[in-house]
């Protein structure tokens, strides 16, 4: 089974610029979710979606920071301006539907994509 | 607010010794429970999880973790490392079950074990 896509792996931009990253899940996951992991911390959730809606984006800096889904497939988020502290690693993850038929928890992630603001 | 409580953050074991590794939350209510493992180059994979029932649950590559609900921990223990379990472990929590709920994982700030041959 393909695994979770994400690109570009690497990005590095200067402050004030924008940036964007994609992700398409795994083939029937409902469930999206967009991941900030800072060097030497655990990951953070920034926004989940459930099919093209959001469910939660109660972390995510809103001046700054966008994401979609428009067609419950695939998804962007996006970096306006960026700022130093954005550099991290940003992960997608995708899983079945919360209390669907066959959820049983498990997240499943991309391997990220590393970004550097100097 | 809810958090989860990595108390290790580097780990350095020679092969053969035995691993725990604690984790523990404050959430008071229920939660479900796993832990995540990144080894080098690669991406975050689950390792074992708690839902319900047997406290002690087992997972993949000879891990298990045991879930204490009285001390809101849920520690990860090998009894025997290998050279290819050096990789970053992550505990999380989930809060919130079906229908609606957010679902959302917590997680700690993540375990670097480096197991010498």
């Known amino acids: 089974e393909a695994g979770v896509a994400q690109s570009p792996r690497y990005k590095i931009i200067e402050k004030r610029q924008s940036v964007a990253f994609w992700c398409n899940p795994i083939?029937?996951?409902?469930?999206l979710y967009w991941y900030q992991q800072i060097l030497g911390q655990g990951p953070k959730l920034l926004i989940q979606?459930?099919?093209?809606?959001?469910?939660?984006d109660s972390q995510l800096p809103k001046d700054r920071f966008s994401a979609e889904r428009l067609k419950g497939v695939d998804s962007t988020l996006k970096i306006q301006p960026a700022k130093l502290e954005d550099s991290a690693v940003y992960l997608c993850?995708?899983?079945?539907?919360?209390?669907?038929?066959?959820?049983?928890?498990?997240?499943?992630f991309g391997e990220g994509s590393r970004l550097t603001v100097l | 607010a809810q958090s989860v409580s990595q108390h290790n953050h580097h780990v350095i074991l020679s092969e053969a010794a035995s691993l725990e590794l604690g984790c523990n939350y404050s959430?008071?209510?229920?939660?479900?429970l796993f832990w995540y493992v990144q080894y080098p180059g690669q991406h975050l994979q689950l390792l074992l999880k708690?839902?319900?029932?047997?406290?002690l649950v087992k997972g993949i590559k000879g891990f298990e973790a045991e879930f204490i609900k009285s001390k809101f921990s849920f520690n990860l223990r090998k009894p025997s490392v290998q050279w290819s379990d050096t990789a970053e472990y992550f505990c999380?929590?989930?809060?919130?079950?079906?229908?609606?709920?957010?679902?959302?994982?917590?997680f700690g700030t993540g375990t670097l074990l480096a197991v010498q041959p």
């Open positions: 993850a995708s899983s079945l539907a919360a209390g669907g038929p066959g959820y049983a928890g498990e997240l499943f």
């Open positions: 083939s029937g996951h409902a469930t």
């Open positions: 979606f459930q099919n093209n809606g959001v469910v939660d």
């Open positions: 959430y008071g209510g229920t939660v479900n």
């Open positions: 708690y839902f319900s029932g047997d406290p």
């Open positions: 999380a929590v989930e809060r919130g079950f079906y229908g609606g709920a957010t679902n959302k994982l917590i």
